[in-house]
């Protein structure tokens, strides 16, 4: 296969190209300056950006690495500008694919000037390439191919990362069901095949489940209580709903509507079917309480995607194709956080997936701290 690599070729770029010539797809390089270039790797082609000689490189994948890695380097707008130009002079017919390597951190709500730098990058390449444009999202590379150590597992449970043999061969094979929103995706190695994550995570979610069941027992029953004296009905509501692999549950709440109420998507329903006392516990959440068991039978964590009715197949699909049903439904998630309710399918599951693309114990932490200072918020009802 016919790989060009181009912009910042640092420390990740390296590992890339390493691991490109050990399956034998040796790469073309390109970039600001090819002397360097030529010296880390003098089996292969390095190229300036302005070369004639790229007109004649022909390619099946170009890689354009926007992450600043070496000090001193080339500004990455302008890099990732004469890239996209430098490619179109080998590949007028289109029939390559341009790919865009950017940091996941620029998914998140890093305000840094690399974070901002890196967006700006983006946004050039798509602004001057006329074909299909791939951005592949990636967090810190590592060397390791085979099993990992506790250390290493250790560290990525903190800090997501991905391994470069995976990243090599999610780039030369375009994968189906990674896809964040079109034409963009992520690639990582997933926090639920990191066994110190899925031992802290779970660990976490039974002390604080415990530890809410011993100190506000005596407040559930209260709410319990106050929740059968002013609607006729239970006190406790229980739907089903999806979690983990597609399975459904019942899922446990404190009851905040009238009886008759019917079973849809709360954002389907009218806000006349909310009780007094129900805008009270929804407002302050409390009418997620009863979901501490949920958590205690391994049916929902703490911080994860949140649940969808079996009916809302729109939800359903959106999730599966996407991976996200492979993880425990949340009592709080980051789309909540960021005001997403499932009215929107489609928003709702590529925020979802990129809550796991970013997933890390010290995300779920952040989460949480957002949700307890009254950031998230429910699925709203019709007005």
Known sequence: MRVVISGEIGVAGQQI?????????????????PDWLGQLFPQLTALDYGSPAIADLGYDIWVHLIVPER??????????ERAARAAQKTDLAG???????????????????????????????????????????????????????????LAKAFSPSVRANELVAALISRQEGTYISTGARVV?????????????????????????????????????????????????????????????FT?????????????????????????????????????????????????MTFVGPRPSLPSQFDIVTEREKRGILRVKPGITGLSQIKHIDMSDAVRLAECDYRYLALQSLKLDFQIMLATLVGQGSGDRTQK
Not at 17 to 33: D, F, K
Not at 71 to 80: F, I, Q, S
């Open 17 to 33: 190209i390493r691991r490109l010539n050990e399956l034998g797809h040796a790469p073309s390089l390109v970039g600001s300056n």
């Open 71 to 80: 000090e001193g380097g080339a500004n990455l707008v302008e890099g990732a």
């Open 95 to 153: 029939a390559g694919r341009f790919i865009c390597l950017s940091s996941i951190s620029t998914l998140s709500e890093n305000h840094s000037t690399e974070a901002q730098q890196m967006r700006l990058a983006e946004a050039a390449l798509r602004e001057i390439w006329a074909g299909d444009l791939e951005v592949v999202y990636v967090p810190a590379i590592t060397d390791r191919t085979g099993g990992s150590t506790l250390r290493s597992n």
């Open 188 to 248: 990582v190695d997933p926090q639920d095949a990191n066994p110190v994550f899925r031992f802290a995570k779970r660990t976490i979610d039974l002390v604080l489940a415990i530890g809410i069941l011993v100190c506000l027992w005596w407040a559930m029953i209260i709410v319990w209580a106050a929740v059968r004296l002013q609607s006729p009905g239970p006190g406790i509501y229980r739907q089903p709903r999806v979690g983990r692999d597609g399975r459904t």
């Open 251 to 299: 899922c446990l709440k404190f009851r905040t509507m009238v009886l008759s109420t019917p079973d849809k998507g709360t954002h389907e329903i009218s806000d006349t079917a909310v009780t007094r006392l129900g805008r009270i516990l929804r407002s302050t959440k409390l009418d997620e309480l009863p979901q501490i068991f949920n958590v205690i039978r391994n049916e």
